[in-house]
């Protein structure tokens, strides 16, 4: 069934210029991607994507927003990403935004201690 959201509802609404989303910090990245559906006639409304690496940069900016639920990515990110930011400027419509993916490179750290195993005392029944 087709809606405004991508894998599962909700997804965040983008309705006025100047709406912003910013992620919290992740490291070591290789891409992103997200969905994107805009909601009426888009007009020359845009999505400014950008990402922070000792100051904001753009990835892209989308001009041409799908009024079609739509995967939009693999987008490469500097590796020294640390953060991103999404940036809606309204001229018509709405924008439901979901599902951001970012792949991060993962260097396990040698000799690393694993997690302790839970332990469960068990209790008498009385």
């Given at each position: 069934?087709?809606g ?6 909700p997804s965040i ?9 910013e992620?919290s ?6 891409w992103?991607?997200?969905w994107?559906?805009g909601q ?10 950008e990402?922070n ?5 753009t990835?892209t900016?989308?001009?041409e927003?799908?009024t ?21 400027t309204k001229v018509?419509?709405?924008l ?9 490179l993962?260097t396990?750290?040698?000799?690393g201690?694993?997690p302790p195993t839970?332990s469960?005392?068990p209790?008498?029944?009385?």
């Amino acid at each position: 069934m087709a809606g405004d959201f991508g894998h599962l509802s909700p997804s965040i609404k983008l309705d006025a210029s100047g709406d912003v989303i910013e992620t919290s910090e992740f490291g070591t990245p290789e891409w992103l991607q997200f969905w994107v559906k805009g909601q009426g006639t888009m007009g020359t409304s845009s999505l400014l994507v950008e990402e922070n690496y000792g100051g904001w940069s753009t990835v892209t900016s989308i001009t041409e927003l799908p009024t079609t639920g739509t995967i939009l990515g693999m987008l490469e990110l500097d590796s020294h990403t640390t953060a991103l930011r999404f940036s809606y400027t309204k001229v018509t419509g709405d924008l439901a935004f979901d599902d951001v993916m970012v792949k991060c490179l993962f260097t396990p750290t040698p000799g690393g201690t694993p997690p302790p195993t839970p332990s469960v005392t068990p209790t008498a029944n009385a």
